[in-house]
């Protein structure tokens, strides 16, 4: 028995190295693909893992997605070099084919039929607008609904020909909006959770310990998020290859964007959504793009004996800058050899982040840390420079309007759950809202204050109106969503919400059993919430980058 279980062993060992192999060396007939496998399998395995099926299920995904692509063997070159937007025609046909020719190469390995059929549909559509065959819904191998989401998600993530990589905020909206059209409504959910625990363990660190700064700009750090609590971000600055008289300076350059970096590309630009505030240099100089104001307090050189300044940016030496907000405001406190500038800027509202990177030009900046401080920007360390933007001064009904600058940084108060209410508000997403999820949520719970994260706090589940829910502990959920004829696609969605609708969310009881209901442009949701406790039961109105008014409960 011993000998058997080691055979059986190396006998595995050696298939997973002949099939990693066999797919590495596809794999080289296009560059762009290196390691695209590799990943969909891993992540399928997750996906697989995380929807609760069993340690043998999680290797045959695993499997099937390393080799769903074979198929690839038999594409064209000139066809797989090309951006799949520019193919048509003949061409495109060709590459639909793909999927046949990996089933037929795999049907071969008899001892595992389903990785032939996992590779025949791992391109077809939930909603059956796929291919080769059209089937839709549960007619697709379980295997192949997992492959196609972690195959998609990879595609969007990795740089191809004329392709750049998608920020992962804007990959989650593509995902979350393929369910049901593209993708298994239930394995949308998993991968969703993934791409969320992927987003949270995104740490603020990461930084350049070095960039070398030729031209202006020629190079940026990663930003650096400002929040409530100072940051601190040191570095030395050296002068290289300015010549007699030239210009040689590091500055700070304050932004918004998906990836934390600067871009100058008009197609980063809106991918990524940058956006900048403006740039400030140590001896006091800036420059105002998108802030609404932006004003130097103080800024000041020391000078040595003999009149000679006491350092400079061209001397080079160690420089910091100190940074931190206060809702819609953004101090900076930048201090150089000899130079010392306090800044202030005004952002347009205070639901948009704000990062600062550091860059230069003709010096290289070196050693470079950033650490937090135990100290908080009060809105008594400075003078508003701008007038607060307010986007609930509207009607107000039964409860108190509130404006959630932030994924659910306020909320209503609890309205008790009972058979036959009704929720009515008005509800218009911030100017920076960018993404389907900056909607209205409904939030079911119990606090002994009525309050969300209030005293004995205990939250049920979270209806968010775009369609995605989140089950709590303490009680059963189900959920299902469905798009009308009314839908008119989520860029529709987008634009309706940013110029403000009504919404109305119904809701009926029987016992611990809560049944909401609400349709929002044809999006239609239904949640069915059990509690497993004895506890009144309240829901509340929160959301993200979201105005909430004219609240009425009927």
Not at 95 to 123: D, G, V, Y
Request: glycine fraction near 8%; include cysteine.
């Amino acid at each position: 028995m011993f000998e058997s279980k080691r055979s059986n062993k190396d006998n595995l060992r050696l298939f997973k190295q002949t099939v990693t192999a066999f797919v590495t060396a596809i794999e080289e007939k296009d560059r762009f693909h290196h390691g695209h496998s590799l990943r969909v399998a891993e992540l399928s395995r997750q996906i697989a893992q995380r929807a609760g099926k069993k340690a043998g299920e999680c290797e045959n995904v695993y499997y099937a997605a390393l080799l769903h692509d074979v198929g690839m063997i038999a594409i064209p070159d000139g066809i797989l070099k090309k951006p799949e937007s520019d193919l048509e025609g003949e061409e495109l046909e060709t590459l639909k084919r793909k999927p046949l020719i990996s089933s037929r190469i795999l049907s071969q390995i008899t001892e595992f039929p389903f990785l032939s059929a996992a590779a025949r549909s791992c391109c077809e559509r939930w909603d059956g607008r796929g291919y080769p065959d059209g089937i839709k819904g549960e007619e697709i191998p379980d295997i192949s609904r997992i492959i196609a989401l972690a195959d998609a998600y990879d595609h969007m993530t990795s740089a191809k020909i004329g392709f750049d990589p998608l920020p992962l905020p804007m990959v989650r909206e593509e995902i979350m909006k393929g369910a049901g059209t593209a993708f298994d409504p239930d394995y949308t959910k998993v991968m969703l959770s993934l791409i969320d625990e992927e987003d949270a363990h995104q740490e603020d660190g990461e930084l350049e310990d070095e960039i070398l700064c030729g031209a202006y700009r020629e190079k940026v750090t990663m930003g650096i998020s400002v929040t409530e609590d100072f940051k601190i971000l040191s570095f030395d600055c050296e002068e290289i290859n300015s010549g007699e008289g030239g210009f040689a300076a590091p500055s700070v350059i304050v932004f918004d964007s998906f990836d934390r970096r600067v871009h100058r590309e008009a197609s980063a630009i809106k991918s990524y959504r940058y956006y900048e505030y403006g740039e400030i240099w140590f001896d006091g100089h800036s420059i105002t793009t998108g802030a609404r104001n932006l004003e130097v307090k103080s800024a000041k050189t020391v000078k040595a004996a003999g009149g000679k300044k006491n350092g400079s940016e061209k001397r080079g030496g160690r420089y910091e800058v100190r940074a931190a907000r206060h809702g819609d405001h953004l101090k900076l406190i930048l201090t150089g050899p000899g130079n010392t500038s306090e800044a202030l800027i005004a952002l347009p509202d205070i639901s948009k982040p704000a990062f600062v990177a550091l860059t230069g030009e003709n010096c290289r900046l070196s050693a470079i840390r950033v650490e937090g401080v135990d100290k908080r920007l009060n809105k008594e360390d400075y003078d508003r420079i701008a007038e607060e933007i307010d986007y609930i001064d509207r009607m107000q009904s039964d409860l108190p309007n509130i404006q959630i600058d932030k994924e659910r940084s306020a909320s209503t108060e609890g309205v008790p759950i009972k058979d036959g209410r009704d929720i009515i508000f008005h509800a218009m997403s911030l100017p920076s809202a960018s993404l389907v999820w900056h909607c209205p949520y409904i939030v079911i719970f119990h606090s002994d204050d009525r309050k969300v994260g209030g005293k004995n706090y205990r939250e049920y589940a979270l209806i968010k109106l775009n369609g995605e829910v989140e089950a709590g502990e303490g009680a059963q959920t189900g959920f299902s969503m469905k798009k009308s004829p009314a839908f008119q696609g989520w860029d529709r969605w987008k634009q309706e919400f940013l110029k403000g609708l009504e919404c109305e969310v119904t809701f009926q009881k029987t016992g611990n059993r809560v049944t909401l209901r609400t349709q929002n442009l044809g999006i239609e949701i239904e949640s069915v919430t059990t509690v497993d406790e004895n506890a009144k039961i309240y829901a509340a109105v929160t959301g993200d980058r979201v105005a909430v008014t004219d609240i009425r409960v009927l």
